[in-house]
C-alpha cells in the first residue's frame, strides 16, 4: 500500500494450533464506530434479539474506535452462521473474531 486507505478484507477462522480451552471464544463483530452514540445505538437494536450484546472500546493510534460484539462461540460455524444472519438482518458486515 502506497498510502493510508482502506480495503474490504474477508477474514476466516479455519483453525488454530493450540489445545481446546487455550484461547478465547468466538465472537461476531458486527461493527466499530467513531461515535459512542452509534454503537449504542445499534447495541440496544441487537439486545432486542441476542442476550449477550457489548460494546468494546479500543484506543487506536489515530483515535478511539467503540466495537459492537455479539455472542461467544466456540465453533467457528456457529459464529460465522451468526455473521451471515446479522449481515442480511442488519446490513452490516460483521466479522468473527476471536476473544483472547
Known sequence: MAGPGTDQV???VV???GRPGTLGPLRVQVAS???QANAQALARKLKETYSDVRIVTVELSSRRRY???VG???SAQQAEELAEHLASQFDVEPVVIRDD
Open 10 to 12: 474477508e477474514l476466516r
Open 72 to 74: 461467544q462461540f466456540v
Open 67 to 69: 466495537r459492537v460484539q
Open 15 to 17: 483453525g488454530h494450533g
Open 33 to 35: 464506530f467513531g461515535e
